[in-house]
């Protein structure tokens, strides 16, 4: 093995060359900080409630060396709702990732484009319309995702999908389907409107294990497919003849990273609502912290897991005795660096 | 690197466009085209605007995918060739490429190893070799860790080109490089892809637009129209006033260039309107013997 050294990043490679990894220091060392953050945060977040646990009894607990009392409540009642947060928070980090690097534009997320509101569309049917259970909800939600996705996708299908024209039509989808959602809240009655809001905003409470796995499944499978899109997905960032030109299959790279991506966003939208702006938010923040050319997909998986959890302890604590869903604080956190985007952005003359 | 060469059992160059009938949805730009790229070449395709030049680029590209005729890379149809394979052989310069915010020339450049990689090959020795001849090549070596979009517009064409180098192509295609350039820097990327020709022995294929740096420059030449090859062959041999009117609609004169001694193409002259009329025939006539280039 042999390391070589260039700026910024480090090669290990075999003695014959037919092995070579390449590492970005920063993104490295960007990502290792992230995970560990995140992971503190969980653990303080599992602390946190009527009963508090420090945290190294929580540690102790998921060792498996707790008071019987602790394993119940850090096991069966808080780490649920924990996992869930990050897993939601890594999938829409990486799923708005992945819709910036196909639009080339940041405001280029799910949650802008109309999947959000196409996600409560279709759970708003269910609650008001069918008075479904949360299961059916959830399912309403997926369905809602995807058809969304698909229609913004198709419309703005010409010889191929640029950016400006995918955000302008999520905009348009995005307008319709608020309508549409706001006639819904209208028609319902009072405790249907009630629980749609409550999903609307976005929330982890009372989530268990049950919405633990089938968004775990999620992820396990569409990360990596996305993962795998990466190298290519980044070529396409300079234009698709560029991209074209060094062997990338352009349209077949797009449509597999929509799907993945779409499905990622419903997924995550199912297990706990639409949780605004995660997507848009994570994937800037996670460039500017690397120093990366353009979006990359790993570190904006970890920032929206940060994110998320972060989000949830401060909604948690910031706003006295009650407890208000995440939804509110990431949509008052990300609402005010969206204005800070569409300033600097506006001035750098890309929007 | 494919090392395969000339298809010598059929004489047939590299890259051909075997009757290619080319067009955006329904608009048909052009029909039963047959075009052939010599070996060794330094291919410039001219011609007016929307004469089809660029859209038989991005065909040889495979960018464009015929609507009927094949394009054939080493006698094999383009679009059934693994695209990275493809990649490995032709390169191109599209015409506009976007630099990613922040990206330095070193990463840029680096893009252009991309076919040569894969998950377990991300980075080997001959990439970073690659990257630095590259940069050396096309005088960018000293920008390696500026920001791209700090540069000038001709240092910002070099690097694009430094990246389709970093491909290591055989061919390499390249869509209106010396657009948006002022004069030195045209100059600048003409002599870098002149170069290129005759160091390598690569097969170069421009579209440009300036008919004398055509003319200076190519050591083949394809003169369209309305999506149909007018003449093609050496400059020497085709660049006639004739052709040059028949393609442009512009008349001209034809003199040897005084310091490639290849041709160089002089416009008439605007002549007064109140004196168009009448002088028409005579100016003809007196343009006529100019017109057969001297020997």
Redesign the interface.
Known sequence: MSRARTAGTAVLRTARGGLSLRLDRRAAAAAAGLLALALTAAVVLVGTGDYAIAPADVLRTLTGHGTPGQDFVVRQLRLPRVVVALLVGAALGMAGAAFQSVARNPLGSPDVIGFGQGSAAGALTVIVLLHGSSYEVAAGAVAGGLLTGLAVYALAWRRGVQGYRLVLVGIGASAVLAAANSYLLVKANFVDAARAVVWITGSLDGRDWDEVWPLLAACAVLMPVLLGQGPALRLTEMGDDAAAALGVRVERVRLTTVLAAVLLTAAATAAAGPIAFIALTAPQLARRLTRSPGVSLLPSALMGATLLVLADLTAQHAFGPAQVPVGVATGLLGGAYLLWLLTTERRSGRI | MTTRNDDTSTGRPRLRADAVTLG??RRVITEKLSVDIPDHSFTVVVGPNACGKSTLL?AL???LKPAQGRVLLDGRTIGSLP??????TL??????????????V??LVA??R??H?GL?????????QVVAESMAATGVAELA?RQVDELSGGQRQRVWIAM?LA?RTPLLLLDEPTTYLDIQHQIDVLDLCAGLHEEGGRTLVAVLHDLNQAARYATHLIAMRDGRVEAEGPPAEIITAELVERVFGVRCRVIEDPESGTPLVVPAARRPRTAAAGVTAASAAATRPAATRAP
């Open positions: 955006y949805d991005r590209a495979r960018l695209a990275k394979a493809v990649a490995r390169g191109l310069l599209p015409q506009t490429s976007v630099a990613p915010d922040g990206i330095t070193a990463a893009r252009g991309y076919p990689q377990l090959r991300q980075w080997s020795v001959e990439d970073e860790d389709a491909q």
